[in-house]
């Protein structure tokens, strides 16, 4: 029996629902509120599984080993350190250089991008970008490795004068409007504020390290006065 009449046939059993009803519609699972697009997606994703467990059990039982697949649902879920708006900013930054429309960056593209956005790079420099993030080894990257850029260079996980930190950095603004002279002052500014940040919080820390030492104080005080007072009861 093939996979797909193996499908067909465990999707009867379990939903207690044939697949086809002979018009090749997909009937309603009852639920309410369902349409035919909906249960026609049902469909598509049940049979999906199940050819996927059929391939499975058939490798097993031969001996040979199944690499595992990941399916990302839903980018808002994974990327949770992004709120919706910046993922949504960050899709139409992918689509404005996604000119093929596949929903991919290919080399090309991303060196036309890289190009806009005043941070050319060499052939061997957009390649090594790619396989940076390039988690399925297609040699592009789709919208779900975009979003892995912003999370590296969050995390600090980007060398500075690397490509991808400089796609991270440049795509924070809009460098057609403000220029490339008007974005190295935007970031020279965020580096200003970050370091008055850092000495804001350095000085917290001083300021707690010395009350600190000053209660330390007090309490060897209080100990060698207690000691003082007991040689003479």
Same mark, same amino acid.
């Given at each position: 029996?093939?996979?797909?009449?193996?499908?067909?046939?465990?999707?009867?059993?379990?939903?207690?629902?044939?697949?086809?009803?002979?018009?090749?519609?997909?009937?309603?699972?009852?639920?309410?509120?369902?349409?035919?697009?909906?249960?026609?997606?049902?469909?598509?994703?049940?049979?999906?599984?199940?050819?996927?467990?059929?391939?499975?059990?058939?490798?097993?039982?031969?001996?040979?080993?199944?690499?595992?697949?990941?399916?990302?649902?839903?980018?808002?879920?994974?990327?949770?350190?992004?709120?919706?708006?910046?993922?949504?900013?960050? $899709?139409?930054?992918?689509?404005?250089? @996604?000119? !093929?429309?596949?929903?991919?960056?290919? #080399? +090309? %593209?991303?060196?036309?991008?890289?190009?806009?956005?005043?941070?050319?790079?060499?052939?061997?420099?957009?390649?090594?970008?790619?396989?940076?993030?390039?988690?399925?080894?297609?040699?592009?990257?789709?919208?779900?490795?975009?979003?892995?850029?912003?999370?590296?260079? $969050?995390?600090?996980?980007?060398?500075? @004068?690397? !490509?991808?930190?400089?796609?991270?950095? #440049? +795509? %924070?603004?809009?460098?057609?409007?403000?220029?490339?002279?008007?974005?190295?002052?935007?970031?020279?500014?965020?580096?200003?504020?970050?370091?008055?940040?850092?000495?804001?919080?350095?000085?917290?820390?001083?300021?707690?390290?010395?009350?600190?030492?000053?209660?330390?104080?007090?309490?060897?005080?209080?100990?060698?006065?207690?000691?003082?007072?007991?040689?003479?009861?």
């Amino acid at each position: 029996m093939s996979v797909s009449s193996n499908a067909s046939s465990a999707s009867s059993s379990v939903t207690g629902v044939p697949i086809s009803n002979g018009s090749g519609n997909r009937p309603s699972l009852g639920r309410p509120g369902s349409c035919d697009s909906s249960a026609g997606s049902d469909s598509s994703e049940l049979t999906h599984i199940l050819n996927r467990r059929q391939v499975i059990m058939d490798s097993q039982e031969a001996g040979i080993e199944v690499a595992h697949q990941f399916k990302v649902v839903n980018v808002y879920t994974e990327f949770h350190e992004f709120s919706r708006k910046q993922i949504k900013d960050y $899709q139409k930054t992918f689509n404005k250089y @996604d000119v !093929g429309h596949d929903g991919y960056l290919d #080399l +090309t %593209e991303l060196k036309f991008m890289m190009e806009k956005l005043g941070a050319p790079q060499t052939h061997l420099g957009l390649k090594q970008m790619i396989a940076e993030v390039d988690e399925d080894h297609d040699g592009k990257i789709s919208f779900r490795e975009f979003l892995l850029i912003y999370r590296k260079a $969050q995390a600090g996980e980007l060398d500075n @004068d690397s !490509g991808l930190n400089q796609l991270a950095r #440049l +795509t %924070e603004i809009n460098v057609e409007e403000v220029g490339v002279t008007g974005a190295k002052n935007f970031f020279e500014a965020k580096i200003e504020q970050q370091l008055r940040s850092n000495k804001f919080h350095d000085e917290i820390r001083q300021e707690q390290e010395e009350r600190r030492r000053e209660e330390e104080e007090r309490a060897n005080r209080r100990l060698q006065f207690q000691q003082r007072a007991a040689i003479f009861q």
